[in-house]
C-alpha cells in the first residue's frame, strides 16, 4: 500500500509529495490516496484507503522499538492478526522509498466505531520477555549475546566479540536485553535493532553523516540540553585474578585488589564502582573507559524536529548546521528517532541526538 499526503499539481520544486508504504498479513498493496480530495487512485486498496497514520519509534537498548498503524473504520479494512509480519517503509515520491521498520503484530484493538490499532513489535520485546538464570566460562561479550540472540529467536546483523569475561553469571533479575545493554556497557559498545529488525552489538561507526539538517531551512524545532557531567574520572574494582595469573584464576579472590583496579578519566567528580564480573585488568579497563566516555557524551543533548528523514536511523550519525549556538553545529549521534505520519499532519520526524561537549563529534561511545 502506498499513501500520498499531498496532490498539487501546482506544487513547486520546494514541495515534495511523502509516501508510506505498509503491508502486514499479506494484505498490503501498491495504492495511493490524496489527503484533499479523501479517495483518489488506490482507493481500491484496503491499507490505502484505511490507514489514518503511523508512528514508529526506536532507540538505543534497551528502548523496545515500536510502530502503531491507526485504520479508520472501514467494512472492507484489510485483515491481520497477531504474529503477522510486516513492514514499513517511508519516503518522497520523488526518490525511493526506505525501509524504517520491520515487525510483527503483539497488539491490535478496535472501539465501538470501529476504528483499529495495530502495535508492532521487533526483536527488542522479545529479547525484553526472556529472563534466564545461566553462567558463562571463557566467553566473550559476543558470544554471550549471540546465545541470548538464538534463545529469544532474534536475527543478528552484528555482533562484535567485545570485552573477554572469564566468567559471567547471568539471573532473571534482568531482562536478556537488559544485560546486552550492560554488555554492551563493559565493552565500550551499542546495541539496536536495525531498520530490518535486526540486533546490532558492536562501536559506535560514526563516519559520514546520513543527513544535514540546517537551522532556518529544514529544523522545524531544535531543543538543547548542557550539563555538568556526573562523573568525570571512572575507578573499578574487580574481582579474581584472571590475566595476571593466567585465565584459569579467574575464581581466585585476591587480597590486593591493585591488579583488578582500572582508572579512565580525570578531574572531579570521582565515581568509584566495584564489579564482581571484572575478573580481569582488560574487562575492568574496558569498563572504567566506557563509563568514563558515557558521562562525557552525555554533557550536550538535544532532540530536532525535522521534515521525514526515512534514512536516519539509531545509531547513525546526522550533522547540525548553521545553529545559533556553535556548540551544537558538527556531527552528532542519533540515539532515538521517531517518524510520524498522518493523512492530516504529514510526515515528520523526531531525532534525539547526543554529542561531545567538545564538539568535536562523539569520536567514540555513548
Known sequence: MTLDLLNNNDATASVRRPVLEVNFGGGGGAGGL?????LGQGADDPWARSVVGVVVEAGLAPFVDLVTVELAADGQAPEFALDDPGTISLGYEDSATELVFTAMVDHISSNLHGSRRLRGV????????????????????GDIVNDLAGQAGVDIDTVES???????VLDDR???YGHITTLARKSGYLAWFTPEGKLYFGPYAGGQAVQTFSHGMDILSLEVRETTPVVQT????????????????????IKDPGPATSESGQGEPIRTISDPSLRSSEAGQSAADS???????????????????????????????DAPRENVNGSCMVRWVGH??????????????????????????L
Do not use: C, H
Not at 526483536?123 to 566473550?140: A, D, H, T
Not at 510520524?340 to 561511545?365: P, T, W
Open 122 to 141: 521487533n526483536g527488542g520485546l522479545l529479547l525484553s520477555r526472556l529472563r534466564i538464570n545461566q553462567s558463562y566460562e571463557q566467553q566473550s561479550a
Open 162 to 168: 567485545g570485552v573477554d569475561l572469564p566468567f559471567y
Open 291 to 321: 563509563l568514563a566516555e558515557a558521562a562525557g557524551q552525555m554533557a550536550l543533548t538535544g532532540t530536532i524536529v525535522v521534515p521525514g528523514a526515512p534514512l536516519v536511523t539509531v545509531g547513525s550519525t546526522i550533522e547540525i548546521a
Open 174 to 176: 534482568s531482562t536478556a
Open 234 to 253: 571512572v575507578t573499578t574494582i574487580g574481582e579474581g585474578a584472571a590475566g595476571a595469573e593466567g585465565q584459569e584464576a579467574w575464581s581466585w579472590l
Open 34 to 38: 490524496t489527503a484533499a480530495v479523501g
Open 340 to 365: 510520524r505520519y498522518s493523512k492530516e499532519q504529514g510526515y515528520i520526524s523526531v531525532i534525539k541526538f547526543s554529542k561531545s561537549a567538545a564538539g568535536d563529534g562523539l569520536g567514540g561511545v
